[in-house]
Every structure is written in C-alpha cells, then in structure tokens.
C-alpha cells in the first residue's frame, strides 16, 4: 500500500520569500508515480506534476521546482519568490504501478502574506 | 470544451436516503474517477474506471456504486446516505491513468453533501 505524508499542516510566509513544501512517500513498488496539486481557496484542484520513479531529474516550472530523491524518498516542492496568489492547499500524492489509484497526503496550507 | 462538470453542487439528505452524484466530461477521457475530500484527510480514492464498461474499487468503496456505460459519464450512487459520508465529493478524469498519462487530469468543481 502506498503512504503519504506531508508533515507540514500549515506554512506562512512573506511575499518574495522563498517556500519548499515537504512529502515523504512509501511503496513498495519499483515502479509508481507522484504528482502534486493545488487547491486554491476558490476550491478546485489543479494539477500541477506528474513524475515516475525512473526519472529523478529535478524540474524547473517558472517559479515552481520539484526535487525527487529516491534515497530519501521524497518528492518536494519550492517555489521561489513566493506570491499571495500562491496562497492555496497543496497535496501530494502517489500512484502504483498501474497509475490508476491515487493515494493522497494530508495536504499542507501554505499562507503568503503581502 | 466544458471540462469536467459535476452536479448537484451542494445536496442535504437525510440518514437513508439515496441519490447520485452525476459527473460528465466532454473529452473523451478514458480515466475517469471519484474522490472525497475530508478536513485534514486530504483526498481519498472511492471508484475508478479505466473505460467504458470498466470500473473498480478505490480505498473507500464502501457504501458507493459507479457504472460506466458511456465513455462521458461516470454517476457515483449513494445507496442509503449515513452521516459519516458527508463531504466533498470530485469527480476527474485523464486520457490515461493518472500515472501513465503525460497529459493533464482535470477535476470537476466539487459536490458538497451534507447527511443529517
């Protein structure tokens, strides 16, 4: 079975600051997935990444970059220079091999403040 | 392209009830899935299906049905509502499984249930 954890409920921090979100996942599986997403206050989830266990080459969005290391089992999230529209729930999540079922962590509330 | 569309909204049913959640996406999405959403438990994974005709369960299928008989909808059943179901239900779809696929999953914009 697959296990999220995302350690930090809420984080809060200056406009401009720079923010890196945690996730420590479990498996058992050679082959499986990880993704985040965001849930602004509005309450849609978006998508955001998608990475397979094979790949840890870290990615670079605009602001955003994920880092995913196999030894430590971690998939974490930063983003640089941090906005208010930043401001959002943000939620890992894992995948088995088939990538159908989707385990999710208990999401981390970032606040960035003006 | 609407997306992913889920109705009702918001619902209030009594202990017993019953009633279905309707989700519909117009992009010829294979993957098609249900959630709930519970304060500080993050999302949780209640029925999938991979296809038409395909469905299977997630981590939480008690007390839900799905069907998929067209690749559009995927109806998530309540049978006998209870309180301890009250949540926020999303609907989502992907071409592929999340996982195998390079495109985006998009969600619907949530049904808020409340079971008194």
């Known amino acids: 079975a697959q296990k999220v954890t995302q350690a930090q409920t809420e984080i809060s921090v200056v406009e401009k600051e720079d923010v890196t979100l945690d996730c420590v996942y479990e498996?058992?599986?050679?082959?499986?997935?990880l993704f985040w997403y965001k849930q602004p206050p509005s309450g849609e989830l978006v998508f955001l990444i998608r990475?397979?266990?094979?790949?840890?080459q870290n990615e670079i969005s605009g602001r955003y970059s994920w880092n995913f290391q196999k030894s430590t089992s971690s998939f974490n999230f930063t983003i640089t220079a941090s906005q208010v529209v930043d401001s959002a729930v943000y939620f890992c999540a894992s995948s088995e091999t088939s990538g159908s079922r989707l385990t999710f962590g208990e999401g981390t509330q970032l606040t960035v403040n003006p | 392209n609407a997306g992913v569309t889920q109705t009702p909204k918001f619902q209030v049913l009594k202990t017993g009830q019953s009633m279905t959640l309707q989700c519909a996406q117009d992009m010829n999405h294979e993957y098609m899935s249900w959630y709930r959403q519970d304060p500080g438990m993050g999302l949780r994974l209640i029925h999938y299906s991979v296809g038409a005709g395909i469905t299977d369960q997630g981590e939480v299928p008690n007390g839900y049905n799905v069907s998929r008989s067209t690749t559009e909808d995927f109806p998530l059943r309540l049978l006998s509502a209870a309180p301890s179901q009250t949540s926020v239900y999303f609907c989502?779809?992907?071409?592929?499984?999340?996982?195998?696929?390079?495109?985006?999953?998009?969600f619907g914009p949530g049904t808020r249930l409340t079971v008194l």
């Open positions: 498996t058992r599986d050679t082959t499986y997935y």
């Open positions: 990475r397979n266990s094979f790949d840890e």
């Open positions: 989502a779809s992907s071409y592929r499984p999340p996982g195998h696929s390079t495109d985006t999953q998009y």
